[in-house]
């Protein structure tokens, strides 16, 4: 009696990937995040770094619209919300949530946006808010200013500043 014995094939298509492929795909693979993630951190950051100009630029234009309105107003004088009165002259919770002129008002900073908080940068850390005003000596003229910076070392936007003036 004859035994058969079934036959051995060398049909590659029904074996998968043979190991030098798999490791050919993962070394692609690796090549190709090296450039994406590198890639993508550096748009992140930029986004943040405008998100923050964004942010004080929203300060910026609620301040002066808060100018205006008191400017209008009968009986009231056209000022900014007054500068912080911390060291380094930061927008904190505690500015934010003190009224700015108690004799008119219990409206404090952050009651100016519709958010009810002031924006902040990416880092969630306040930004850096000083106001002044100056006299024209020779026309008498008082020019109102104000400074919006990100003094955060580890913002993006880190030393970016505006100063304005009415």
């Keep these: 009696m004859k035994v ?13 990937f043979t190991m030098m492929e798999l490791v ?44 205006y309105r008191m400017h209008q107003q009968r009986g009231r004088v056209a000022h900014f919300p007054p500068s912080p ?23 404090a900073p952050q009651n100016l946006f519709s958010t009810g908080e002031l924006p902040k940068n990416a880092n969630n850390s306040p930004f850096m808010y000083v106001t002044w005003n100056d006299t024209n000596q ?16 580890d913002s993006p936007s880190f030393g970016k500043s505006f100063t304005y003036s009415i």
């Design 4 to 16: 058969t014995h079934p036959k051995k094939t060398d049909d590659k298509s029904a074996a998968g």
């Design 24 to 67: 050919v795909t993962l070394a692609l693979m690796g090549i190709l995040f090296s450039f994406a993630i590198p890639a993508y951190n550096g748009v992140s950051e930029e986004m943040q770094g405008k998100r923050n100009v964004a942010n004080m630029q929203t300060i910026r234009e609620t301040f002066f619209h808060y100018f």
């Design 85 to 107: 009165d911390n060291e380094k002259k930061v927008m904190d919770d505690q500015w934010s949530s003190t009224p700015m002129d108690s004799t008119l008002s219990d409206q």
């Design 138 to 153: 020779v026309t008498g003229e008082v020019m109102f200013y104000i400074k919006i910076e990100d003094i955060d070392e």
